[in-house]
């Protein structure tokens, strides 16, 4: 007798996560790409090509909320960049130092804002920050400081930071819980092995610990990319769909969501909207081949 | 053997009950923005419906009013909204009745209590069916303090430079903040700024209909003129007023911080709850003394159909109902400030509603006017409002270049405006 060839213990193992995945992630993507290629006219779906994306670049009304949502959402990127992964990458290196008491309270705390809802967290700071009730204004009285208080984010100038940074408090626990991770996975014969040629403190943070944890950044990084562009809750939660003031923190999610479901008088035209979640797709999509091709396919790996 | 012919022959009992039972209780369910006014829906009109109506229900089930318009879409196309569903004015139920979710309710006897002008609001361009059973308007004026009025010896103020000499009067003072607004959900600075003023220069309907024929534009001095005296508002708003929402503007007036609060009639019940000072109101002050007053009288809010509804019987009769004068008794009393749209003749207890309801005798009356027909296209003109008056009042844009900015946009695709 001789075996079957078809492996059918594979196929079934495969099937569940393969079919809720279809059904849930790929079926829907495709169908937003294939809406976008659509319009309605006279109650009647239309077949029209490209001409919704000739609109949304062409046309110089959309277009420009386009560029203005997209420039906004590379701020927004940017910040997080900036702010939010060397500070993580700083809070894993000391919390990953042996002789700090109480590191198991301080990561809890520091995760803990991670896993509350957007809106809290939008609540929450809108509240703080409010020049009414908040607390902001009282506390910088109390140091002296009433002068520097400003309705953040209520100005144009300094709104979309604002949120940003608030996205940035809530979210530094995934990149320290991260690079912890990967910090303690660095086996310290290697640690003293480098010591024994008079690297230490840290000199061993830079020139062995970093080299090590580069892959962890990169992952990071992307996890960062994807999620930023994708960002929508916050900034509906504490500005609403029109993403005031002057549309200061419109990003490519709220500027689908308006185009989408319509707002106030505006009604929704999901076809235009599909058009720029398409684009958005295509965004995130180009992001991330150029970091699958052109850095982590680069990326030194070391084996212990 | 005869176990299961028991169960058999309970089961079918029971199943007989259940379907006999269904049959007679209809339960209608209501979708609504009108959030606020649950407890009112539960407690007042819909026992005074019941009572008179034994076998049908009625769940009141709202949504927030800002996601309303998106989640009923959603729910229409999915074929999960209610049998009842509350109508935004103009084009957002037009469109949902062109799109075969709302059905034509011409047909029923109690329209016959609307005026053409109550209707309008919800009907085809041509007039030719009612697609919702008109509820309420809303008027527009400033409801003030009264108690810090008399504190500082103020008047009501008619003109527009009495009006700010007032705000100057309560800021010199200093223990008031002359005026509750912010600028951060824009759409207060819209709809309780330019469309509260604004009748006033553009003259009410004879200037929203000139302006949708195309005879007048928004450049014009007339439609300028409100957003210049939106662009002086600044001064008079509260510290930090550019991250100060609705709810903030709402609390600082009724907890005393605030002598002056740009309104919506729909306030009223909120602030009777809240405020424990004498409360009075004032409508727009007109720019120059003598002048005739213009008021915002809103067609806000009516009742229609779902197309889909498996209950339209039992629905139909609810809006006759609605349509009653009985009905309009008691709504305009539960939810003072919802002024009833029906010729019925009908009492407000409320002083403060007395007083704006009042206004319909002096003033002449018009709706908001970027409702009708011109926020059809892209970009939406009510939208542009919201972020023109708010950057108005923010000092970020002059009011000629905001208002040059809406005319290139409703021009954009508005032909009599081209």
């Not at chain 2, 009992?13 to 049959?23: E, F, H, K, N, W």
């Not at chain 2, 195309?214 to 014009?220: A, I, K, N, V």
């Not at chain 2, 409508?283 to 008021?295: K, L, M, Q």
């Amino acid at each position: 007798m001789r075996q079957s060839r078809i492996k059918w213990h594979i196929i079934v193992f495969l099937a569940p996560a393969v079919l809720v995945y279809t059904a849930i992630m790929i079926v829907p993507l495709f169908n937003t790409l294939r809406l976008s290629l659509f319009t309605e006219v006279d109650q009647e779906r239309v077949y029209v090509g490209l001409e919704n994306f000739r609109t949304l670049f062409g046309d110089p009304r959309w277009s420009e909320s386009f560029w203005n949502a997209l420039g906004n959402n590379f701020w927004f990127f940017f910040i997080h960049m900036l702010v939010q992964n060397p500070i993580g990458i700083l809070l894993a290196a000391l919390l990953s130092n042996p002789r700090l008491r109480f590191s198991a309270l301080y990561r809890t705390a520091i995760f803990v804002p991670t896993i509350l809802s957007f809106v809290i967290v939008g609540f929450a700071w809108k509240l703080i920050l409010s020049p009414i009730w908040g607390i902001a204004p009282e506390m910088l009285d109390a140091v002296g400081l009433g002068f520097l208080y400003q309705p953040w984010l209520g100005l144009e100038e300094t709104s979309l930071t604002t949120l940003a940074l608030i996205s940035v408090w809530q979210f530094v626990g995934i990149p320290m819980m991260l690079i912890y991770a990967a910090l303690l996975s660095i086996p310290d014969e290697i640690l003293e092995a480098g010591e024994c040629d008079g690297i230490t403190g840290m000199s061993a943070f830079w020139k062995i610990k970093l080299p090590l944890i580069l892959p962890s950044i990169g992952i990071i990084s992307i996890l960062t990319f994807v999620g930023n562009f994708n960002a929508f809750d916050l900034i509906y939660a504490a500005q609403g769909a029109l993403a005031g003031p002057n549309f200061a923190t419109d990003i490519l999610g709220t500027f689908m969501y308006r185009t989408f479901f319509g707002f106030q008088l505006q009604l929704g035209d999901p076809h235009m909207g599909s058009a720029i979640a398409s684009a958005m797709f295509v965004i995130i999509l180009i992001g991330v081949c150029f970091y699958l091709f052109a850095i982590q396919s680069r990326m030194r790996r070391y084996q212990f | 053997m005869s176990r299961t012919k028991l169960t058999a022959g309970l089961l079918a009992t029971t199943m007989l009950v259940g379907t006999a039972a269904s049959a007679q209780d209809v339960t209608l369910t209501i979708e609504s923005w009108r959030n606020d006014d649950l407890t009112l829906w539960q407690d007042v009109i819909i026992p005074a419906f019941e009572a008179e109506h034994p076998g049908i229900s009625v769940q009141f089930t709202p949504s927030a009013p800002a996601e309303y318009n998106a989640v009923l879409n959603s729910k229409l196309d999915a074929g999960s909204a209610g049998d009842l569903i509350t109508c935004r004015p103009f084009d957002a139920s037009l469109a949902l009745y062109e799109a075969g979710h709302l059905t034509d309710l011409s047909d029923l006897d109690a329209m016959a209590n609307f005026s053409d002008v109550a209707q309008s609001a919800w009907q085809t361009d041509d007039g030719s069916a009612t697609f919702c059973m008109p509820m309420a308007s809303v008027i527009h004026g400033f409801i003030y303090n009264a108690d810090a009025f008399a504190e500082l010896g103020l008047e009501e103020p008619t003109t527009v430079d009495e009006f700010f000499a007032v705000l100057d009067a309560i800021e010199e003072d200093g223990n008031y903040i002359p005026m509750a607004m912010g600028t951060a959900d824009q759409w207060e600075a819209a709809t309780m700024g330019y469309n509260n003023i604004g009748p006033n220069y553009w003259r009410g309907e004879e200037g929203r209909l000139a302006l949708i024929a195309g005879e007048q534009s928004l450049t014009d001095p007339e439609w300028v003129g409100p957003l210049e005296q939106l662009a002086r508002w600044g001064d008079y708003l509260g510290r930090g007023y550019e991250a100060q929402t609705y709810p903030d503007s709402q609390n600082l007036f009724t907890l005393g911080r605030a002598a002056i609060y740009p309104a919506g009639s729909w306030e009223i019940t909120g602030f009777n709850a809240q405020a424990d000072f004498a409360m009075g109101a004032f409508a727009p002050p007109v720019p120059n003394a003598g002048d005739e007053c213009y008021i915002s009288d809103h067609t806000d809010i009516a009742i229609g159909l779902n197309a889909a509804s498996s209950n339209a019987d039992a629905a139909r009769t609810f809006l006759n109902w609605v349509g009653s004068a009985e009905f309009a008794e008691i709504y305009a009393n539960a939810l003072p400030g919802f002024f009833p749209l029906s010729n019925a003749e009908v009492t407000l207890e409320d002083p403060l509603a007395q007083e704006m309801i009042s206004w319909r005798a002096e003033c002449n009356s018009s709706i908001r006017s970027t409702y009708q027909i011109l926020s059809r296209g892209t970009p939406n003109l009510e939208n542009e409002t919201w972020n023109a008056s708010a950057q108005v009042i923010r000092g970020a844009e002059a009011p000629a270049d905001a208002a040059a900015r809406l005319q290139e946009g409703l021009a954009s695709w508005y032909e009599p405006q081209q």
